[in-house]
C-alpha cells in the first residue's frame, strides 16, 4: 500500500492507498518541533485503527511546504516503514509542465493537485485551495501548469480580525442567515464567509476572461465545501486532490 503525505503550514493530510482506491484519510495538525519518533507513534495509532501496522505500508509519496518537515517525514519513512520516500520537487516527472517565470516557486502541493486534477478532469481546470491561503492555480487543457494567484487563507484573515482589532471577538467559521448581519458575531461571518465566496466569484470571471473560455473550476482544501455551499461558481469539491496527485507522481517515477 501507498502512504501519501501532504505537509501544509496548519495540517498534514494523509491518505493510505491500496492501489488506485484512497482506503483511508487523517489530518493532523503541524508542528515542526515534533520529532520523527512522535510523527512516527501517531502514524502507526492511525494505521491500526484501520487494521493496518507497519508493514503494511510499501510506499510512501510526500509533499512539503514546510521545508523542517521534509527531512522530518523522510527520516520516519525510512524508520518506521523501510521505504525511501518520494518526495515531489524538482528533478522527478510529474506530467506537468510549469509555465512560470520561475517553476521552483510553485509549491509542491500545487503541482500534486495540477497532476490530478489533469488526469481527472482533462482541462483547462482552475483549482482552487481553501487552506491557510487562498490559492487559485490554472492548468491547460495540454496539461501546462500556466499561473496562479495567491490570497489570504479564510481562518487567517478571520483570525487577523481578532487579533489586529480591540473589540472583534474571534467568531465560528459559519454559514450566517443573512448577509447584513444584525450583530458584529454575524456581521463578521457574513464579511468572512460571502466575502470569500464574492472573491472566488470575482477572481474566477477575471481568470476566465484572461484566458478567452470557460473552465472546470475544482474546489480542494479545509475550507473548500463551506465556500463552495455559497456559490455556484465551484464546480466540483474533491478533498483528495492533493492526495490523488502524490499517487499518480509516485507511479510516474518509481512504477
Same mark, same amino acid.
Given at each position: 500500500?501507498?502512504?501519501?503525505? #501532504?505537509?501544509?503550514?496548519?495540517?498534514?493530510?494523509?491518505?493510505?492507498? #491500496?492501489?488506485?482506491?484512497?482506503?483511508?484519510?487523517?489530518?493532523?495538525?503541524?508542528?515542526?518541533?515534533?520529532?520523527?519518533?512522535?510523527?512516527?507513534?501517531?502514524?502507526?495509532?492511525?494505521?491500526?485503527?484501520?487494521?493496518?501496522?507497519?508493514?503494511?505500508?510499501?510506499?510512501?509519496?510526500?509533499?512539503?511546504?514546510?521545508?523542517?518537515?521534509?527531512?522530518?517525514?523522510?527520516?520516519?519513512?525510512?524508520?518506521?516503514?523501510?521505504?525511501?520516500?518520494?518526495?515531489?520537487?524538482?528533478?522527478?516527472?510529474?506530467?506537468?509542465?510549469?509555465?512560470?517565470?520561475?517553476?521552483?516557486?510553485?509549491?509542491?502541493?500545487?503541482?500534486?493537485?495540477?497532476?490530478?486534477?489533469?488526469?481527472?478532469?482533462?482541462?483547462?481546470?482552475?483549482?482552487?485551495?481553501?487552506?491557510?491561503?487562498?490559492?487559485?492555480?490554472?492548468?491547460?487543457?495540454?496539461?501546462?501548469?500556466?499561473?496562479?494567484?495567491?490570497?489570504?487563507?479564510?481562518?487567517?484573515?478571520?483570525?487577523?480580525?481578532?487579533?489586529?482589532?480591540?473589540?472583534?471577538?474571534?467568531?465560528?467559521?459559519?454559514?450566517?442567515?443573512?448577509?447584513?448581519?444584525?450583530?458584529?458575531?454575524?456581521?463578521?461571518?457574513?464579511?468572512?464567509?460571502?466575502?470569500?465566496?464574492?472573491?472566488?466569484?470575482?477572481?474566477?470571471?477575471?481568470?476566465?476572461?484572461?484566458?478567452?473560455?470557460?473552465?472546470?473550476?475544482?474546489?480542494?482544501?479545509?475550507?473548500?465545501?463551506?465556500?463552495?455551499?455559497?456559490?455556484?461558481?465551484?464546480?466540483?469539491?474533491?478533498?483528495?486532490?492533493?492526495?490523488?496527485?502524490?499517487?499518480?507522481?509516485?507511479?510516474?517515477?518509481?512504477?
Amino acid at each position: 500500500m501507498l502512504l501519501a503525505i #501532504d505537509i501544509g503550514n496548519t495540517n498534514i493530510t494523509i491518505g493510505m492507498f #491500496d492501489g488506485e482506491e484512497l482506503k483511508a484519510t487523517w489530518r493532523i495538525s503541524t508542528g515542526i518541533h515534533r520529532m520523527p519518533d512522535e510523527y512516527g507513534v501517531m502514524l502507526l495509532s492511525l494505521l491500526h485503527q484501520h487494521g493496518l501496522d507497519a508493514s503494511d505500508v510499501t510506499k510512501v509519496s510526500l509533499c512539503s511546504v514546510v521545508p523542517p518537515l521534509t527531512a522530518t517525514f523522510e527520516e520516519l519513512s525510512q524508520r518506521y516503514f523501510n521505504t525511501t520516500p518520494l518526495v515531489v520537487g524538482s528533478g522527478i516527472k510529474t506530467g506537468v509542465r510549469i509555465r512560470m517565470d520561475n517553476p521552483r516557486e510553485v509549491g509542491a502541493d500545487r503541482i500534486a493537485d495540477a497532476a490530478a486534477a489533469h488526469h481527472l478532469y482533462s482541462g483547462p481546470v482552475i483549482i482552487i485551495d481553501l487552506g491557510t491561503a487562498t490559492t487559485f492555480g490554472i492548468v491547460s487543457k495540454e496539461g501546462d501548469y500556466i499561473g496562479g494567484i495567491i490570497a489570504t487563507g479564510i481562518a487567517t484573515a478571520a483570525e487577523a480580525l481578532f487579533t489586529r482589532t480591540a473589540q472583534l471577538p474571534r467568531v465560528e467559521l459559519a454559514h450566517p442567515k443573512h448577509v447584513v448581519g444584525t450583530n458584529t458575531v454575524t456581521a463578521m461571518q457574513s464579511g468572512i464567509i460571502y466575502g470569500y465566496a464574492s472573491l472566488v466569484e470575482g477572481m474566477l470571471a477575471r481568470i476566465e476572461k484572461e484566458l478567452g473560455e470557460k473552465a472546470l473550476v475544482v474546489a480542494t482544501g479545509g475550507y473548500a465545501q463551506l465556500i463552495a455551499n455559497e456559490t455556484s461558481a465551484i464546480n466540483v469539491v474533491n478533498p483528495d486532490l492533493t492526495l490523488i496527485g502524490l499517487r499518480l507522481i509516485y507511479m510516474m517515477n518509481r512504477a
